[in-house]
C-alpha cells in the first residue's frame, strides 16, 4: 500500500441528514441548546483518509493553538463518524488539573534565572505589548496569573519549566483557538461516542519529560519566533506536513517523550477503531508521520485529503 495526496474522488462517509455538506467555506455552531448557525472556516489539509477492507476512518493533524477557525472542516469530519478520538481528556476539570500540576514547579529547575538577559528583555518588551491591554480571555498567563504585572519573571517563577514555556508561548502568539477542545465541542454537540488515547496523568508525565535544555534554547531565540510562527502557519495550512516538522525541529515538544514514545501508544488505541472504520483520531500534528508510517506497515492506504 502506498502514501498518496488525493480528495474529492471520496464522500466523507454520507452526508448527515441534519446537517449542510455542501457550500464553500460554511460550517455549523452550536449555540443555546438546539440552534446551529453557518459561520465561516477554513479548508484543513492535515487530514488523511486511512483504509484497509473498505472501512475508511480519518487521521487528522491538530495545531493545539491556532489563530483560525475550522470549524467547518471539523465538523464535515466529525457528523457521520461513529467513533471520535482525541489525545487525552479536553473537559474543564483535566484542563484544571495540568494548570494545577503545572503551578507546583517549587523542586524544579528555574527557566527564568537560565535565561539570557537579552532574552528576558525582549521577551518582557512582548508579552507588555501583548498584555496592555489584556489578552484574550483563554490563555495560561490569565489562568495562572490573572493579573500579573511583572510579566516574565512573574509567569516563570514557581512553575514547571514546560508551564512557564507554555504561558509564554501562547501569550506572544496570541492565537486564541484550538483546534483540538474546538473538534471536543463540536462532537459532544453532534452526541459522538468519544474516545480518548491517554490520561492526564500521562499528559503531564510527558510534558515532564521535556528536556529542560531544549525549552531555554528555544525561549533564548524569541526574536526568530515572528518569522518562525509566519512560516509554521503557512506549512500547516498548506498540509506540507513534512516541511512543517523540518521547521520545527528546534521546538522544545519535538522530543522523545511527547512523539516518539507516544505515537505508537496512539496507534495502538486507534487501530481496533481503524479496523472498523468510520472514526475520526485527531492529534497534534507532529504526531502524523510516525502514525501514518505504523498504519502503512500494517498494509492500510493513507492517502492526504482536503476537507
Same mark, same amino acid.
Given at each position: 500500500?502506498?502514501?498518496?495526496?488525493?480528495?474529492?474522488?471520496?464522500?466523507?462517509?454520507?452526508? $448527515? #441528514?441534519?446537517?449542510?455538506?455542501?457550500? *464553500?467555506?460554511?460550517?455549523?455552531?452550536?449555540?443555546?441548546?438546539? +440552534? =446551529? !448557525?453557518? %459561520?465561516?472556516?477554513?479548508?484543513?489539509?492535515?487530514?488523511?483518509?486511512?483504509?484497509?477492507?473498505?472501512?475508511?476512518?480519518?487521521?487528522?493533524?491538530?495545531?493545539?493553538?491556532?489563530?483560525?477557525?475550522?470549524?467547518?472542516?471539523?465538523?464535515?469530519?466529525?457528523?457521520?463518524?461513529?467513533?471520535?478520538?482525541?489525545?487525552?481528556?479536553?473537559?474543564?476539570?483535566?484542563?484544571?488539573?495540568?494548570?494545577?500540576?503545572?503551578?507546583?514547579?517549587?523542586?524544579?529547575?528555574?527557566?527564568?534565572?537560565?535565561?539570557?538577559?537579552?532574552?528576558?528583555?525582549?521577551?518582557?518588551?512582548?508579552?507588555?505589548?501583548?498584555?496592555?491591554?489584556?489578552?484574550?480571555?483563554?490563555?495560561?498567563?490569565?489562568?495562572? $496569573? #490573572?493579573?500579573?504585572?511583572?510579566?516574565? *519573571?512573574?509567569?516563570?517563577?514557581?512553575?514547571?519549566?514546560?508551564? +512557564? =514555556? !507554555?504561558? %509564554?508561548?501562547?501569550?506572544?502568539?496570541?492565537?486564541?483557538?484550538?483546534?483540538?477542545?474546538?473538534?471536543?465541542?463540536?462532537?459532544?454537540?453532534?452526541?459522538?461516542?468519544?474516545?480518548?488515547?491517554?490520561?492526564?496523568?500521562?499528559?503531564?508525565?510527558?510534558?515532564?519529560?521535556?528536556?529542560?535544555?531544549?525549552?531555554?534554547?528555544?525561549?533564548?531565540?524569541?526574536?526568530?519566533?515572528?518569522?518562525?510562527?509566519?512560516?509554521?502557519?503557512?506549512?500547516?495550512?498548506?498540509?506540507?506536513?513534512?516541511?512543517?516538522?523540518?521547521?520545527?525541529?528546534?521546538?522544545?515538544?519535538?522530543?522523545?517523550?511527547?512523539?516518539?514514545?507516544?505515537?505508537?501508544?496512539?496507534?495502538?488505541?486507534?487501530?481496533?477503531?481503524?479496523?472498523?472504520?468510520?472514526?475520526?483520531?485527531?492529534?497534534?500534528?507532529?504526531?502524523?508521520?510516525?502514525?501514518?508510517?505504523?498504519?502503512?506497515?500494517?498494509?492500510?492506504?493513507?492517502?492526504?485529503?482536503?476537507?
Amino acid at each position: 500500500m502506498g502514501e498518496g495526496k488525493g480528495g474529492g474522488g471520496h464522500e466523507m462517509f454520507s452526508p $448527515h #441528514p441534519n446537517l449542510p455538506h455542501k457550500g *464553500e467555506g460554511l460550517m455549523l455552531e452550536r449555540e443555546g441548546s438546539n +440552534a =446551529f !448557525l453557518l %459561520v465561516e472556516g477554513k479548508h484543513l489539509r492535515t487530514v488523511w483518509r486511512v483504509e484497509k477492507g473498505g472501512n475508511p476512518s480519518f487521521l487528522v493533524g491538530t495545531a493545539h493553538f491556532t489563530p483560525y477557525l475550522f470549524k467547518r472542516a471539523l465538523t464535515k469530519l466529525i457528523q457521520n463518524a461513529e467513533m471520535v478520538l482525541f489525545e487525552g481528556p479536553l473537559d474543564q476539570n483535566s484542563m484544571a488539573k495540568v494548570v494545577q500540576y503545572g503551578r507546583q514547579g517549587k523542586d524544579t529547575p528555574s527557566v527564568y534565572e537560565a535565561l539570557d538577559p537579552y532574552a528576558i528583555k525582549e521577551i518582557n518588551k512582548q508579552l507588555a505589548t501583548r498584555l496592555n491591554p489584556p489578552t484574550t480571555a483563554g490563555t495560561y498567563l490569565e489562568l495562572i $496569573h #490573572p493579573k500579573a504585572s511583572n510579566y516574565l *519573571e512573574t509567569y516563570a517563577a514557581g512553575v514547571r519549566p514546560w508551564m +512557564a =514555556f !507554555l504561558t %509564554v508561548w501562547s501569550a506572544l502568539l496570541d492565537w486564541k483557538y484550538s483546534m483540538d477542545i474546538d473538534a471536543y465541542h463540536i462532537a459532544q454537540a453532534l452526541g459522538k461516542k468519544i474516545q480518548f488515547l491517554e490520561t492526564i496523568e500521562d499528559q503531564l508525565a510527558a510534558l515532564d519529560g521535556i528536556p529542560f535544555d531544549r525549552i531555554v534554547n528555544y525561549l533564548n531565540h524569541v526574536e526568530k519566533w515572528k518569522d518562525h510562527k509566519e512560516l509554521f502557519q503557512k506549512a500547516f495550512l498548506n498540509g506540507e506536513v513534512e516541511k512543517f516538522i523540518s521547521m520545527t525541529g528546534e521546538f522544545p515538544t519535538r522530543c522523545e517523550s511527547i512523539i516518539q514514545k507516544r505515537d505508537p501508544i496512539f496507534f495502538e488505541g486507534m487501530k481496533p477503531f481503524f479496523e472498523v472504520g468510520r472514526a475520526v483520531t485527531f492529534v497534534g500534528v507532529g504526531h502524523i508521520p510516525g502514525i501514518q508510517k505504523l498504519f502503512l506497515g500494517e498494509g492500510y492506504q493513507v492517502i492526504q485529503e482536503e476537507v
